[in-house]
């Protein structure tokens, strides 16, 4: 079993609520993955420390503890630089301790999580992506350590070459394959509009209720967790609408969550593509969350990474049967529960009113 330190760095400035969020969902993601955090650090650094982002301090306390806690990961809650990773696996090399960064852990849990070949492919790719800088510099870094001024037997660059060219080749065949995917699904949207089917995609930020959306809007009986990334493959459900008596297609995407890097959102472009061809976009938001704000800045920031800044929207507040307060109704925006199926009908008149031929853009959020 996974027995993970977690460990952030933080400005000064940064309150403290912010601070133990951000561990709340680092720790949140370990559990998804099916680890235990036994030993949670935060730190207060101007910056993080260059060699190792932790510092030296910081570095021998995991030392000293290891005994205690007996874990065998470090977590640490941000990106690491080439640099810092490798200090780091060496300085732990002693107590046999892994080395993860906040995209490690999320790629393990993809990994874990993937069933169909296509979500595995873009999780290798996801991978490759991640992996690629920490290779480039390995032949430098290495070189530093050991003292190696040029020479490449010594410094390991020439091996490092060796895995970069095979990383490149191996992302090669991965886009070749996750091409002949798209593909089909180029296909199966042309043979949806020549059938006159409208699309619906849902997306939010991870564990924001979308799977349980769909099961209550198409009555499909996905799978729905309250964990992070439950869903990766996308679902398709049919949608009928009283209104215009017609059926819609309604898709579910894989959640958003802060701090992906552009590359990896790239990654799954072919996971996001119904939501790329959608005619509409449901952003599927945790009524409960006390920072909903923030994350439906990190969604509006992933969807103009992918293009969609002006696709035709709607908000959907979800999980209202938790609310202690009520929300007031806008024209733009629905206040529903998945689990009570509360405000379902309502959602389903916005869909048609965005569907139909005079509907404008929803503005996005400033």
Do not use: C
């Not at 952003?283 to 409960?288: E, F, G, P």
């Not at 916005?350 to 996005?364: A, G, H, Y």
Request: no cysteine; aromatic share 6%.
């Amino acid at each position: 079993m996974l027995r993970a330190v977690l460990a952030d760095v933080i400005h000064f400035a940064t309150s403290k609520r912010e601070a133990e969020d951000r561990m709340t969902e680092l720790a949140d993601l370990t559990r998804t993955y099916g680890g235990l955090a036994v030993v949670k650090s935060i730190q207060r650094r101007a910056k993080p420390d260059y060699r190792t982002f932790l510092g030296k301090g910081k570095v021998q306390e995991i030392l000293e503890t290891f005994p205690e806690h007996k874990a065998n990961v470090l977590v640490v809650n941000e990106i690491l630089k080439p640099g810092q990773l490798f200090n780091l696996e060496e300085a732990l090399r002693p107590i046999k301790m892994k080395v993860w960064d906040r995209i490690d852990l999320i790629l393990h849990i993809f990994d874990k999580h993937a069933t169909s070949a296509e979500a595995k492919l873009q999780i290798e790719l996801a991978r490759i992506r991640h992996m690629g800088p920490r290779i480039y510099n390995l032949g430098a870094q290495l070189g530093r350590q050991r003292g190696g001024t040029g020479t490449r037997g010594g410094s390991g660059e020439g091996n490092t070459e060796a895995m970069k060219r095979h990383l490149r080749e191996q992302e090669q065949r991965v886009l070749e394959k996750l091409k002949a995917y798209e593909g089909q699904h180029a296909e199966q949207r042309k043979n949806r509009s020549r059938n006159d089917f409208k699309t619906v995609a849902l997306v939010g930020y991870t564990n924001a209720g979308k799977t349980s959306l769909l099961n209550a809007l198409t009555k499909r009986k996905e799978y729905a967790a309250d964990k992070l990334f439950a869903t990766l493959d996308t679902r398709i459900g049919e949608l009928y609408l009283p209104e215009t008596r017609t059926s819609v297609l309604l898709s579910d995407t894989i959640g958003f969550i802060q701090g992906l890097p552009p590359e990896l959102v790239q990654a799954f472009r072919s996971t996001l593509s119904e939501a790329i061809h959608a005619d509409l976009i449901l952003h599927v938001i945790d009524a409960t969350d006390p920072h909903l704000e923030l994350k439906m800045q990190v969604v509006e920031k992933i969807l103009e990474e992918i293009g969609l800044s002006d696709r035709a929207r709607i908000r959907v507040y979800n999980k209202l049967d938790d609310l202690e307060t009520e929300f007031s109704e806008e024209l733009q925006d629905a206040y529903v529960s998945a689990f009570t199926k509360v405000g379902l009908t309502q959602l389903k008149k916005l869909i048609s009113k965005k569907l139909s031929p005079d509907s404008r853009v929803v503005p996005t959020l400033e």
